[in-house]
């Protein structure tokens, strides 16, 4: 791929259009890279955060496995933006960000990917700029069938 399809700007309309098909024009999706790891004691404090504010009971968050939602008011209930994890990797008990969406009606409000970020990380006393990060290893080289001395 060359560099001009990988920058910031090109991959901003990319997801501009993507948005737009989706019927989501106005809303900020980003991947997180690399993802932000969230250690297990800190990844603890969170989740029992983000239970004691749930939508369902008064609260701003409605988080599953895969989805943290953040809401604007538990009685008006639009959508402020997500975070998508995956938990249990790389390790048992850590969770790993890997996307961050910003709603039309988020980034209407100031809503950015990085405050939404930092506002489910500030439970486990992290933020997106010092959360740490999942380690990119370079691919495996491919096998090769060859040639062998027996």
Same mark, same amino acid.
Not at 71 to 88: C, H, K, M, W
Not at 106 to 117: H, M, P, Q, S
């Given at each position: 791929?060359?560099?001009?399809?990988? /920058?910031?700007?090109?991959?901003?309309?990319? @997801?501009?259009?993507?948005?737009?098909?989706?019927?989501? +024009?106005?809303?900020?999706?980003?991947?997180?890279?690399?993802?932000?790891?969230?250690?297990? +004691?800190?990844a603890?404090?969170?989740?029992? +955060?983000?239970?004691v504010?749930?939508?369902?009971?008064g609260?701003?968050?409605?988080?599953?496995?895969?989805?943290?939602?953040?809401?604007?008011?538990?009685?008006?209930?639009?959508?402020?933006? /997500?975070?998508?994890?995956?938990?249990?990797t790389?390790?048992?008990?850590?969770?790993?960000?890997?996307?961050?969406?910003?709603?039309?009606?988020?980034?209407?409000?100031?809503?950015?990917? @990085?405050?939404?970020?930092?506002?489910?990380?500030?439970y486990g006393?992290?933020?997106?700029?010092?959360?740490?990060?999942?380690t990119?290893?370079?691919?495996?080289?491919p096998?090769?069938?060859?040639?062998q001395?027996?």
């Amino acid at each position: 791929m060359d560099t001009e399809a990988r /920058s910031p700007d090109a991959m901003a309309m990319l @997801e501009a259009l993507v948005s737009e098909a989706l019927g989501e +024009e106005g809303s900020v999706s980003e991947v997180i890279r690399p993802s932000a790891i969230i250690p297990e +004691e800190a990844a603890r404090s969170i989740l029992v +955060e983000l239970s004691v504010r749930d939508l369902r009971t008064g609260g701003v968050w409605l988080a599953d496995p895969t989805t943290w939602q953040r809401f604007d008011d538990p009685t008006e209930r639009n959508l402020i933006g /997500s975070l998508q994890v995956a938990y249990g990797t790389p390790t048992k008990y850590e969770i790993t960000v890997f996307r961050c969406t910003v709603t039309k009606f988020g980034t209407e409000r100031g809503w950015t990917v @990085e405050l939404l970020c930092d506002d489910a990380l500030q439970y486990g006393d992290l933020n997106l700029a010092n959360c740490p990060r999942a380690t990119l290893a370079p691919p495996p080289k491919p096998f090769r069938f060859g040639h062998q001395a027996v």
